[in-house]
């Protein structure tokens, strides 16, 4: 596809389960973001992905979050036993540049997938 | 946590006028970028301005930046229903990812 696909694009979940949620960035894309997004707040940073290199984590907020990329494909970033406060839209983005050449790479982002934890 | 900050948080004005949002930020930047972000969707990138420059065009979009107020504006001139939307600025510190505003909610009325 053209773009950063998501995927569900909704998911509703009760309290201690887990859940998995798929990014599949643009082909040729070497950088890949999480970032969630509560309702009517902007956009807090999770995690980053750069080729090869160690994943940045300093964003994710407990150890109930984790995140996985193989090579500069799909990234699934799962959340163990869900709490409420785990509700929100989670977004993935691409890039085609390090964090350093971002001048001239911005992000794309996906759709997002909306997480209720009833 | 979050540095750039938008105002207002909500905007609404008539087709045809000028909007005029603006976001302050905190520490030093390499550059600032500006996003849309429509309804149920992803943000979209709009307009890139690096920490040197001070005013930069695209379309009906006009971003200035002043480094010594550590503030940026964005002007979106003629509106257009189709721009209501939520704008989110997004500070480049160079080694970090993009850290985002709470963004402005526009709503341009026909």
């Known amino acids: 596809g053209a773009g950063v696909s998501q995927s569900p694009s909704n998911k509703v979940t009760e309290k201690g389960k887990d859940v998995e949620l798929r990014c599949d960035p643009i082909?040729?894309?070497?950088?890949l973001y999480w970032y969630r997004q509560r309702l009517g707040q902007g956009l807090e940073f999770l995690i980053y992905?750069?080729?090869?290199?160690?994943?940045?984590k300093s964003g994710l907020p407990s150890d109930r979050f984790s995140a996985e990329r193989t090579g500069e494909s799909v990234s699934t970033l799962t959340i163990q036993r869900t709490q409420q406060e785990d509700s929100a839209v989670y977004l993935c983005?691409?890039?085609?540049?390090?964090?350093?050449?971002?001048?001239?790479?911005?992000?794309?982002f996906g759709n997002g997938t909306r997480l209720t934890v009833t | 946590s979050q540095q750039g900050e938008e105002d207002p948080q909500a905007l609404s004005i008539q087709e045809g006028e000028n909007a005029t949002m603006n976001c302050s930020y905190k520490?030093?930047?390499?550059?600032l970028q500006w996003y849309r972000q429509n309804s149920g969707r992803g943000l979209v990138h709009l307009i890139l301005?690096?920490?040197?420059?001070r005013e930069k065009h695209s379309g009906r979009l006009r971003v200035t930046l002043d480094t010594s107020k550590k503030s940026s504006s964005l002007l979106i001139t003629a509106s257009r229903a189709a721009d209501t939307a939520s704008y989110f600025c997004?500070?480049?510190?160079?080694?970090?990812?993009?850290?985002f505003g709470k963004g402005t909610r526009l709503s341009v009325i026909a």
């Open positions: 992905f750069q080729g090869n290199s160690a994943p940045d």
């Open positions: 301005i690096r920490s040197n420059e």
């Open positions: 997004a500070t480049d510190g160079g080694n970090t990812p993009l850290v």
């Open positions: 520490t030093s930047i390499n550059n």
């Open positions: 082909s040729g894309h070497t950088a």
């Open positions: 983005a691409s890039s085609l540049a390090e964090i350093r050449d971002r001048d001239n790479f911005p992000l794309h």
